[in-house]
């Protein structure tokens, strides 16, 4: 009996050193639902989404250096923002208070380049009604949220630790702290850095994709209604000024229950982004984090060099000073070899300059093995960038251009800081004696002139694939026209410029020709651009470009697509014909469908090739007060607003496509091919 009693108490005893245990380990993980702390991630229950993972050393990677990825990292139970006011308030307002809270957390961008040069994506702290809050296909962009037009989806709230500029969202640089309230435009946004206390509360700028961890903290007063955004190097105390302080109340902004998280994206520089610690708190305080339990962040780049090696035998030095002595003379082969072109103005803008060494390597030498093709601009390599292994397309201007460096840096201020998912990407450029390169994303499948009219291709493009890459180059010019900080005038819209990537969306290339000037005032040019049967009327009489010069281009295009003929071509019987002519015979005498490319015979919609049809005939129309903008042009692609019915006025307007003559240059002696010409005017 005495044995049992015993064994009965030590079972009990047992049983309650579990249950202690248990409930300890509950709470060195300083989890209780409404306060929580994270030192790494190792045991950490999170809902992980897209490239999210955590490594096995317990860093959260939110993404993981993969080209055009997001990921996104949440706590699974949601959380209880808003309260019901008291019942004095009731009476005249039913509406739920947002609750005091608090969190700080330790982060840190790694990104391969991180001289300021050229950045990626970044991170930010989500507050959000759903843990699902990027649905879209696609990835790496606008920190991993969904994004229509600056607009995310409603609820979310976010503090953007951004390392790209995007215009289209007005952001102020590539390094900033922003407040974003259902939208990524932000609130309120700050240069990345803090006020330092010790410096007498002089403000130091931070780079935030240093490599190095940083923390921040985020503040919500729900009584003063008042949010406050810290940021410090991660040894740094917290600064008693907050780096963004904005009054809000987020009780009209969030829903009940809300997920707290993080988003990121990566998209061309294999950027990770890491939390190595995260605490959070309702209603009070967070916990502060003990930064000698964080995780480490993995080594980049090479080691420091040993002491031992600085404090090495004079015998050794003497030996390097031998070696520096021979290295100096290949150096200075390798210079020659390698020398670039750089000047004062290149550094007024922002586009990476790349070394001319990369750029040789990566082409094999500029191999003919990788050209793409030549244009009247130059010749393009393809080339791959060996630490990144980014598939790229280099453009090499010919030493007898015409145009010159004026046209390089027409491009390099035209594209340099615009981006559009229908825009092919300059991702930088390089300057070697008379050499110009420009370095692009890589198109796979190439132009759409070789897919419209190289007739050996196996495959025809579809009416599907047609009608989706018009509307890609309309929603390209609608952005380079409207929706730009200035406006952009391509001047050079044709078939051979628009490219298409490995899902065959359509993206618009070479800004040799571009020209910019502001919003509302008057552009100005005494000298005819552009391509022959593309050009409008106006533009070769006055010499002047306009946003309707590129509608004119645009609209021979649409014949161009539509048709599978070029806008100067032959005939059965080896007469020239000009496309838009020939398309207003056919309009006019009812047979508008015969004009329709043979080989899609009985493969396309009717109503939407006819949309197609009318539409490049009213862009292409001799007067410029008759043709539509972009944005009306968008919205007949979209089906929105039904085309003008007449078209009677397409003809005998002032112009004759077959007897117009440029200083000699008579389009009648082109014949089917597609000059680019840049003529001096009056």
Not at 184 to 204: I, N, T, W
Not at 522 to 536: E, M
Request: charged share 20%.
């Amino acid at each position: 009996m005495f044995r049992q009693k015993i064994a009965t108490m030590v079972s009990k005893l047992v049983s309650s050193v579990a249950v202690f245990l248990l409930l300890h380990a509950t709470a060195s993980a300083g989890d209780d639902g409404d306060r929580f702390i994270y030192h790494g991630f190792a045991a950490a229950n999170l809902t992980l989404a897209g490239n999210a993972a955590v490594t096995p050393g317990g860093l959260l990677e939110v993404t993981n250096a993969t080209f055009d990825s997001k990921g996104h990292a949440f706590r699974p139970t949601p959380l209880h923002l808003l309260t019901s006011k008291p019942a004095a308030a009731a009476a005249n307002d039913s509406t739920a208070a947002a609750r005091s809270f608090s969190t700080c957390f330790v982060f840190a961008i790694v990104s391969p380049i991180h001289d300021g040069l050229i950045s990626d994506q970044g991170l930010a702290f989500v507050v959000a009604p759903t843990t699902a809050i990027s649905t879209a296909n696609g990835g790496g962009q606008y920190l991993g949220i969904d994004v229509a037009n600056g607009s995310a989806s409603d609820g979310i709230l976010a503090v953007e630790l951004d390392t790209l500029m995007n215009p289209e969202l007005r952001d102020i640089d590539s390094n900033h702290v922003g407040i974003d309230v259902d939208s990524l435009v932000s609130r309120q946004a700050r240069p990345a850095g803090f006020y330092d206390a010790g410096a007498g509360g002089a403000f130091q700028e931070l780079k935030l994709n240093s490599r190095e961890p940083m923390q921040v903290w985020v503040d919500y007063d729900g009584q003063a209604r008042q949010l406050d955004v810290t940021l410090a190097p991660v040894r740094v105390p917290k600064p008693k000024k907050p780096l963004l302080s904005m009054s809000i109340d987020l009780s009209t902004v969030v829903a009940d229950p809300v997920y707290v998280g993080f988003s990121a994206a990566s998209n061309v520089m294999l950027t990770c982004h890491y939390v190595l610690g995260w605490s959070f708190s309702l209603d009070g305080p967070a916990s502060p984090l003990d930064l000698s339990k964080l995780p480490v962040l993995p080594q980049v780049g090479s080691k420091p060099r040993s002491k031992v090696f600085l404090v090495a035998l004079p015998l050794a030095i003497v030996l390097l000073l031998a070696a520096m002595l021979s290295a100096v003379i290949l150096t200075v082969w390798r210079r020659h070899r390698y020398a670039e072109v750089r000047e004062d103005w290149e550094d007024e803008f922002g586009p990476h300059r790349f070394s001319y060494k990369d750029l040789f390597h990566a082409t094999g030498g500029f191999k003919d093995s990788n050209l793409l093709g030549v244009g009247g601009f130059g010749r393009v390599y393809k080339g791959v960038l060996p630490d990144s292994s980014l598939e790229i397309a280099v453009k090499k201007v010919s030493h007898d251009s015409r145009q010159g460096v004026r046209e390089f840096v027409a491009e390099v201020l035209s594209i340099g800081r615009i981006r559009h998912r229908n825009l092919v990407q300059l991702l930088g450029y390089c300057r070697r004696k008379g050499e110009l390169l420009l370095v692009y994303d890589y198109m796979a499948n190439g132009s759409l002139d070789r897919h419209l009219h190289d007739l050996q291709l196996p495959v025809v493009l579809s009416w599907n694939e047609r009608y989706r890459i018009i509307k890609g180059v309309a929603a390209s010019l609608l952005y380079l026209h409207e929706d730009c900080e200035k406006v952009v005038i391509h001047r050079d819209i044709k078939s051979s410029n628009v490219l298409l990537d490995h899902e065959m969306e359509s993206k618009l290339s070479d800004f040799g020709l571009a020209k910019l000037y502001d919003h509302g005032t008057d552009p100005q040019s005494t000298r005819v651009a552009g391509t022959i049967g593309y050009l409008a009327p106006e533009l070769i009489r006055t010499g002047k470009a306009t946003p309707l010069t590129d509608v004119f281009a645009f609209g021979v295009f649409l014949l161009e697509v539509a048709c599978g003929r070029r806008p100067i071509d032959r005939d059965d019987c080896n007469n020239q014909t000009v496309l838009v002519d020939w398309v207003i015979e056919h309009h006019d005498n009812g047979s508008i469908l015969d004009v329709v490319d043979p080989r899609l015979v009985g493969k396309y919609e009717r109503e939407e090739v006819i949309l197609v049809l009318k539409l490049g005939l009213i862009c292409a129309h001799p007067m410029p007060n008759v043709r539509p903008s972009m944005r009306r042009v968008m919205q007949y692609l979209e089906s929105s607003q039904s085309i003008p019915p007449d078209l009677s006025l397409m003809r005998n307007e002032g112009f004759d496509h077959q007897y117009v003559n440029l200083d000699g240059l008579s389009i009648a002696s082109i014949g089917s091919s597609s000059v680019t010409i840049l003529l001096e005017g009056r």
